[in-house]
């Protein structure tokens, strides 16, 4: 018990924290205020401390993506209000020349007003403009010259324009061909008239290309600047390409991913507008704290816009939406992490000390000034 006592005087003169006596200690009301005050922005700072604490801690970290193969999925989602589903078409092409043009598989076309609001029936069966494999009455139409020994009928206005392809032959416009003709007249009449939902995926080589919806049918030939044919059986200036992207991105969301094309109008001021999207793709890894990892896609954008149709011919490209997509040979790495528990008590301490030291301080300000105050009244 002596020891005990000896150790205690021992470690009494440490004490940094010595107290005065309770009864030279006064209590102001300016200092009950302080006290009040010091409290509500104790509790508030706090709260925000503890909030900031429970939120996940985002690391990003670039290197060179090395991974080799894999392919990159489009998500779209895309409302045109003037054009009508069966005139509609997506395809993508690739630097490679690859071409996808089956791709209306995994895209679903949905009927529209021209309002955008969906249609009350089922997604419109898929048409290609140009796609009847049977001629007029089961005949043999004429392919006009340029038959050969694997085709010898054209049913369609897609079959001419390939048989002239595989002719190596130019086309400079499909007005004269009987099969293009009927098959437009068929379509003519939703032009202006109704729109068209597309939503849905394609997935496509991790390469560099080109994606694009437009009205009609595009036959190229190799690589990305290949000429492009289009049927379209109406003046280009009538087309109005208004749109309105709901949403486009690559591969699979994760957390806080930003897709700038989301919810973009355009509206075309013009007819025959083709819209370009350009896209350039950060292939991101993202690894959340429960120990999954997303490998997926983020990407910026740029827009241009030009009308087609005052140049009076659409050699130079097509009435339409054009997404071209490039990818970047950098890969980010962003890793979720839980925030340091010892960095929160230290925080939480810094706010009580501090705030009791700033408060007394003010405190000590207001009780003197008023003092000096009372002071100068009374001489
Ligand atoms: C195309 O349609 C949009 C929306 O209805 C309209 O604002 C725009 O003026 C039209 N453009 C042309 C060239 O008619």
Request: glycine share 8%; aromatic share 8%.
């Amino acid at each position: 018990m002596a020891a005990l006592g000896k150790l205690a005087d021992k470690i009494r003169p440490l004490d940094a924290f010595s107290k005065t006596l309770d009864e030279i200690r006064i209590q102001t009301f300016s200092g009950g205020i302080v006290t009040i005050l010091c409290t509500v922005l104790m509790l508030l700072l706090f709260l925000s401390e503890l909030n900031h604490y429970q939120t996940l801690k985002v690391t990003e970290t670039l290197f060179v993506d090395v991974s080799r193969s894999g392919k990159l999925r489009i998500n779209l989602d895309v409302t045109f209000y003037k054009i009508s589903c069966g005139f509609l078409n997506v395809d993508v092409m690739d630097s490679s020349g690859e071409r996808l043009s089956s791709i209306e598989k995994t895209i679903t076309k949905h009927k529209t007003d021209m309002l955008g609001n969906l249609a009350q029936e089922e997604p419109t069966e898929v048409v290609r403009v140009g796609h009847t494999t049977v001629g007029l009455n089961g005949t043999c139409g004429s392919c006009y010259g340029a038959e050969n020994a694997q085709r010898k009928c054209c049913n369609s206005c897609e079959d001419i324009i390939s048989a002239y392809m595989e002719m190596g032959w130019a086309l400079r416009s499909t007005e004269d061909f009987e099969q293009c003709k009927r098959e437009f007249k068929e379509k003519h009449i939703s032009i202006n008239k109704e729109g068209c939902r597309l939503t849905g995926y394609v997935e496509v080589n991790k390469i560099q290309g080109n994606l694009h919806i437009a009205p009609g049918s595009t036959f190229g030939g190799s690589g990305m600047h290949s000429h492009v044919h289009n049927l379209i059986p109406f003046e280009a200036k009538d087309v109005n390409t208004t749109h309105l992207v709901h949403h486009y991105s690559y591969g699979v969301p994760y957390p806080g991913r930003i897709d700038p094309m989301d919810n973009m109008m355009a509206v075309a001021g013009e007819g025959a507008m083709m819209f370009s999207y350009y896209t350039k793709i950060v292939p991101t890894m993202y690894a959340s704290v429960h120990n999954f990892t997303t490998r997926t896609f983020q990407y910026s954008l740029t827009t241009h816009k030009k009308s087609l149709a005052r140049s009076g011919t659409l050699e130079k490209g097509l009435p339409g939406l054009f997404v071209y997509y490039e990818l970047s040979p950098i890969m980010v790495k962003m890793e979720e992490e839980y925030r340091s528990t010892m960095h929160f008590l230290t925080s939480v301490c810094a706010i009580v000390g501090g705030l009791f030291t700033v408060a007394g301080i003010v405190d000590g300000m207001i009780y003197r000034g008023g003092k000096v105050i009372r002071k100068f009244h009374q001489g």
